[in-house]
T-cell receptor
Framework: GENVEQHPSTLSVQEGDSAVIKCTYSDSASNYFPWYKQELGKRPQLIIDIRSNVGEKKDQRIAVTLNKTAKHFSLHITETQPEDSAVYFCAASLAGANSKLTFGKGITLSVRP | DAGITQSPRHKVTETGTPVTLRCHQTENHRYMYWYRQDPGHGLRLIHYSYGVKDTDKGEVSDGYSVSRSKTEDFLLTLESATSSQTSVYFC?????????????????FGPGTRLLVL
C-alpha cells in the first residue's frame, strides 16, 4: 500500500519568512495530493490540493508543487503569519474505485512573531 | 464547514464496555470514513463506507465495527473498549473516491470525538 512520509516533524520560522514543508510518497500510481491544516483542538481542514496532471497550484500565499519523478510534493507558504502556526498534514491517494487517502504523520509549523 | 456533526463530542468510559460514536452528514455524500488521530501517528483510517450497507476495513480496523443503514449516518462501535483505543476520532465525508475523472474528491472532516478509556 501507499506510504506517505513528512520530515521534519517540526518547523519554526520567523514571521514574514517563507516555509516549505515536504512530503514523499511511495506508490507512483497515486494521483491526488491534498494538504490539510489542523489548529489545536480543531478538525483538519483542506487548504490546497493538487492532481497528478499538474505540477504546481497556487492560492494566494500558499502553493503546492508536485514532482512525480521523485515522488514528492511540497507545500509553500509565503509571508508567514502567526495564524499559520498549526499542524500540516499531507496525504496521497491511489486512483481507482474506493480509493483511500493515506496521511503523513504531520508537521508542526511555528511562526515566531 | 461541511454539514458534518459527530456525537458525542467527549466521552469517558471504562475498559470492557461497548461504545458507539455517531457521524451525521447533511450533504448527501456517498463516501464516509472513520479515522483515529494519535500523537506521532497522524490520521489512520479505521473503516469506510461507499454506500448504504457497504463498508470496508481500513488500516487499523481491529476492535472496531461500523454500520451504515442510512446515507446520512455512519456509526463506529468499539465492541469492548480498551485503553489503547483512547484517541480522537474523526469522521470524514466525500462525494466520490477515485471514480471522478482526474482523481478522488476532497474529504471534509467532522469536529471530532475525544474518547478516554479508563
Amino acid at each position: 500500500g501507499e506510504n506517505v512520509e513528512q520530515h521534519p516533524s517540526t518547523l519554526s520560522v520567523q514571521e514574514g519568512d517563507s516555509a516549505v514543508i515536504k512530503c514523499t510518497y511511495s506508490d507512483s500510481a497515486s494521483n491526488y495530493f491534498p494538504w490539510y491544516k489542523q489548529e489545536l483542538g480543531k478538525r483538519p481542514q483542506l487548504i490546497i490540493d493538487i492532481r497528478s496532471n499538474v505540477g504546481e497550484k497556487k492560492d494566494q500565499r500558499i502553493a503546492v508543487t508536485l514532482n512525480k519523478t521523485a515522488k514528492h510534493f511540497s507545500l509553500h507558504i509565503t509571508e508567514t503569519q502567526p495564524e499559520d502556526s498549526a499542524v500540516y498534514f499531507c496525504a496521497a491517494s491511489l486512483a481507482g474505485a474506493n480509493s483511500k487517502l493515506t496521511f503523513g504523520k504531520g508537521i508542526t509549523l511555528s511562526v515566531r512573531p | 464547514d461541511a454539514g458534518i456533526t459527530q456525537s458525542p463530542r467527549h466521552k469517558v468510559t471504562e475498559t470492557g464496555t461497548p461504545v458507539t460514536l455517531r457521524c451525521h452528514q447533511t450533504e448527501n455524500h456517498r463516501y464516509m470514513y472513520w479515522y483515529r488521530q494519535d500523537p506521532g501517528h497522524g490520521l489512520r483510517l479505521i473503516h469506510y463506507s461507499y454506500g448504504v450497507k457497504d463498508t470496508d476495513k481500513g488500516e487499523v480496523s481491529d476492535g472496531y465495527s461500523v454500520s451504515r443503514s442510512k446515507t446520512e449516518d455512519f456509526l463506529l462501535t468499539l465492541e469492548s473498549a480498551t485503553s489503547s483505543q483512547t484517541s480522537v476520532y474523526f469522521c470524514a465525508i466525500s462525494e466520490s473516491a477515485g471514480l471522478v475523472a482526474g482523481g478522488p474528491e476532497t474529504q471534509y472532516f467532522g469536529p471530532g470525538t475525544r474518547l478516554l478509556v479508563l
